[in-house]
C-alpha cells in the first residue's frame, strides 16, 4: 500500500465552510420563497430502482444512455441508480404514498443529484437542485405561477439578467405528427447529421432538435415546427400562460426548438438562462409532465416543475462580489490560569444558554496566542478571565473590531454588557 494522498472523486466537490456558509445563506431564502408559494418539502432517497429512470426519463436520452451512475447491489443483485435528478423520485413517491388521493400537492426538495458527465465550470458529477413540483394541476394557471416564482426569486437573489424561454410540446397527437415531419425532414438531409443524431433519427428525432453541436444549427433551425401542428386544447393552455405572463409584466422569448433534455414534458417547457456562465448558462430548466404518473404506473395525474442548479445560481451570485460568508459569532472566551480554566467552560454554557453564540479556547497557550485565535475568529468581542478576573468573580470585555475598548466586568452581568455592548458596535 502505498502514501498517495487520497482526493474525491472527480467532478465531486467539497463545500468548505466558508462557502457552505452561503449556501446555508442561500438555502434560508429558497426556503422562504418556497413557502410564500406553499410549497412543502419531500425528501426521497439517493438511490432509486434503474427501472424507474428508464421509464421516466426515456430510454433515448443523454441522461440514461449515458450519463447515470448505475450499479448492481452486490448483496441481492437489485439494479440500483443514484438519482440523476429529483422527478421521477418525486412522482414515485406521491404515488407509492397515495398523496394525490384527496388533493393536489406542491412539494419541493432540494439535494444531490448524479450524472457522469465532463466536469467543468458549473458542470460537475455531483451537483445540486433544488425541485419544485405541482402535482394534480391540468391549468394553464400553475405554469404560469412557477414562472412568476421564478421570477421572484431572481428578484430576491439579486440576479437581473436571467432571461426566460418558453415553448410548448404540445400533446401525444401532435408530437405523432412532428415527429413524422421532423423524420422525413433529417433522412433528406442525412449527410449534416452527426453520429448522434443518426442514431436518434427514428428513435428520438424530436431530440436532435435539442443538439449542441454547432455544425447541425442550421439544419436544425429550418426544421419542421411543432407549434405548426399544435392541436386547440394544447395551443390555448400555451396562449393562457403566455397571457399571465403578460399581465405581470413577465419578458420571454418564445424558443420553437426548446425541447428539454427528458422524455417526460408535454405543452409547456421553459428555461431560465444567463450569458455569464458560458456554456452552462441553464440556471433553472421545467415545464409540464402530464404524462408521467401514469408512465411510472398510475392513474394519470397532470402536474408541472422545474429544477434549479444551485451551483450555477451560486456562481452568479459570487459573480456579482457576494462574498463567502461566516457565521455571526459573538464571543471567542480566552482563559488561562487554573482557577480561570476551571471557571471558563461554566461562563461560556451560561452564555450559550443566554442565546450568545460562544467559542471557548480549547488547548492552552500564552494570552498572546489566544488572543491571536480570537481576532481570528471573527467574533465581536473577547471575553477574557485570568486567575485576577476569577479571584474577583469578574471578566474582561474587548471589542475585536472598531477600535477594540475594554472593561471589567461581574461575570453576573456579563451577557448583559455584551449584549449592549454588541448592540453599540451596530
Ligand atoms: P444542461 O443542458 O446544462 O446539461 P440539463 O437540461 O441536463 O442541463 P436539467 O436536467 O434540466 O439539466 O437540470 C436542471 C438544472 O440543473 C439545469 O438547468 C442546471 O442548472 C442544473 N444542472 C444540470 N446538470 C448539471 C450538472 N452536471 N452540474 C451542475 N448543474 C447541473
Ligand atoms: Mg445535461
Same mark, same amino acid.
Given at each position: ?19 457552505? $456558509? ?27 430502482? &434503474? ?5 421516466? #426519463? ?20 437489485? %439494479?440500483?441508480?443514484?438519482?440523476? *435528478? ?33 466536469? %467543468? ?8 437542485? +433544488? ?10 394557471? +400553475? ?21 426566460? %424561454? ?49 455544425? !447541425? ?35 420571454? *422569448?418564445?424558443? &420553437? ?25 441553464? +440556471? ?8 408521467? +404518473?401514469? $408512465? ?73 496566542? $489566544? !488572543? ?12 477574557? #478571565?485570568?486567575?485576577? *478576573?476569577?479571584?474577583?468573580? %469578574? ?32
Amino acid at each position: 500500500m502505498g502514501n498517495t494522498t487520497l482526493q474525491a472523486v472527480r467532478g465531486m466537490n467539497d463545500i468548505l465552510p466558508d462557502e457552505a $456558509q452561503l449556501w446555508l445563506w442561500f438555502e434560508d431564502a429558497v426556503r422562504d420563497w418556497l413557502e410564500a408559494y406553499g410549497y412543502r418539502n419531500i425528501r426521497m432517497p439517493l438511490v432509486e430502482p &434503474t427501472a424507474l429512470f428508464k421509464r421516466a #426519463i426515456g430510454e433515448v436520452t443523454d441522461i440514461v444512455e449515458k450519463e447515470m451512475y448505475s450499479f448492481e447491489d452486490s448483496l441481492n443483485g437489485d %439494479q440500483l441508480t443514484l438519482r440523476p *435528478e429529483g422527478t421521477a423520485s418525486c412522482a414515485r413517491a406521491v404515488l407509492q404514498h397515495s398523496l394525490l388521493y384527496n388533493a393536489p400537492q406542491r412539494l419541493y426538495y432540494s439535494g444531490a443529484m448524479f450524472r457522469h458527465e465532463r466536469p %467543468q465550470k458549473g458542470r460537475y458529477r455531483q451537483f445540486h437542485q +433544488i425541485g419544485v413540483e405541482a402535482l394534480g394541476f391540468a391549468g394553464p394557471d +400553475i405554469d404560469a405561477e412557477q414562472i412568476l416564482m421564478c421570477s421572484r426569486l431572481w428578484k430576491k437573489l439579486g440576479i437581473r439578467d436571467a432571461e426566460l %424561454q418558453i415553448n410548448t410540446l404540445g400533446d401525444a397527437a401532435s408530437r405523432h405528427r412532428h415527429r413524422e415531419k421532423l423524420i422525413a425532414y433529417f433522412e433528406h438531409h442525412k449527410n449534416v447529421l452527426d453520429a448522434d443524431a443518426q442514431r436518434r433519427l427514428y428513435s428520438n428525432p424530436l431530440r436532435i432538435l435539442d443538439t449542441k453541436n454547432p455544425a !447541425m444549427q442550421e439544419l436544425v433551425s429550418a426544421a419542421p415546427k411543432l407549434m405548426d401542428e399544435l392541436e386547440e386544447d394544447a395551443l390555448k393552455h400555451f396562449e393562457e400562460v403566455q397571457a399571465i405572463l403578460h399581465q405581470h409584466g413577465i419578458v420571454f *422569448e418564445i424558443n &420553437t426548438h426548446l425541447v428539454r433534455g427528458l422524455d417526460y414534458y408535454n405543452r409547456t417547457v421553459f428555461e431560465w438562462v444567463t450569458t455569464r456562465l458560458g456554456a452552462q448558462g441553464t +440556471i433553472c430548466a421545467g415545464g409540464r409532465y402530464d404524462g408521467l +404518473i401514469e $408512465q411510472i404506473g398510475g392513474k394519470p395525474a397532470p402536474a408541472c416543475g422545474f429544477a434549479m442548479g444551485i451551483e450555477r445560481l451560486l456562481a452568479l451570485l459570487q459573480e456579482d462580489g457576494m462574498q463567502n460568508l461566516r457565521a455571526p459569532l459573538d464571543v471567542y472566551l480566552v482563559h488561562q490560569g487554573e482557577q480561570a480554566n476551571r471557571l471558563a467552560g461554566g461562563v461560556a454554557e451560561q452564555l450559550r444558554d443566554a442565546g450568545l453564540k460562544v467559542v471557548l479556547h480549547c488547548g492552552g497557550g500564552s494570552f498572546k496566542s $489566544q !488572543m491571536k485565535k480570537a481576532d481570528a475568529s471573527g467574533a465581536a468581542c473577547a471575553v477574557i #478571565i485570568g486567575d485576577d *478576573e476569577a479571584r474577583a468573580g %469578574q471578566a474582561t470585555l474587548k471589542a475585536l473590531r472598531d477600535g477594540g475598548g475594554q472593561q471589567r466586568v461581574a461575570l453576573a452581568e456579563l451577557q448583559q454588557k455584551i449584549r449592549e455592548f454588541n448592540l453599540v458596535r451596530g
